[in-house]
């Protein structure tokens, strides 16, 4: 970690380590042409999956596993992943190196589709954290769809949400999530920038 100042953006990316299986994974995600999320930003979901001690986790978008490798390494021993994508391939891939990680297929569970059309079919208030990594224009239905599923005192935790600043969806869910009465919230500056905000 030498040669990075303390205000670097890199610093806390090379602080981050990761294994054969993440850095293949990051591989897969290259030839997939999918940007999967920091290593800095994997290593903070994990930790705020381990702080809300999650045993159900839903991610919208499963990309090559990166992310989900990250969650399940924080969740509960016990803990399930439940992850939406449109792309199946992708989520096949992702499975494999969800057991070259060594988590057993019953803690995953793929579902194939849009994340619109697959959120509503999941429990009211049974989740401890939501991870949107989807369309950025579809956030505010994502954050909708979060506050239903989420129990009280669970994590919702935006991808992008500093590089995607730009998007007038973005900025209209950074000052949403900041002004709701019910959530109290982050924004993280590490990857591409994480929004995270708990339900009270």
């Known amino acids: 970690m030498t040669g990075y100042g303390p205000s670097d953006p890199r610093l806390a990316d090379a602080y981050a380590v990761e294994d054969e299986v993440l850095q293949y994974a990051r591989r897969q995600s290259e030839l997939a042409t999918v940007r999967p999320v920091s290593p800095a930003s994997g290593a903070a979901l994990a930790v705020l999956a ?7 986790v839903v991610e919208i978008g499963t990309g090559a596993g990166v992310s989900g490798i990250c969650l399940l390494r924080g969740m509960r021993p ?3 992943l439940t992850t939406v994508d449109i792309q199946p391939g ?21 579902i194939p589709g849009a994340a619109l059309e697959v959120l509503p079919r999941l429990a009211d208030g049974q989740y ?49 999530v900041r002004e709701h009465d019910t959530l109290l919230s982050a ?13 009270r």
């Open 128 to 176: 401890d954290l939501v991870f949107c990594d989807g369309d950025p224009a579809e956030s505010p239905d994502y954050l909708a769809e979060s506050l239903r599923l989420l129990r009280p005192g669970g994590m919702v935790c935006f991808e992008g949400a500093v590089s995607a600043l730009d998007d007038m969806a973005t900025r209209d869910l950074v000052r949403t």
């Open 187 to 199: 924004l993280l500056p590490v990857g591409d920038g994480l929004l995270c905000a708990v339900r």
């Open 50 to 56: 381990a702080a809300v001690g999650a045993r159900s």
């Open 90 to 110: 992708l989520q096949r891939q992702a499975r494999e190196l969800f057991s070259d990680a060594g988590f057993a297929p019953s803690r995953a569970r793929c």
């Open 78 to 80: 016990d803990g399930i």
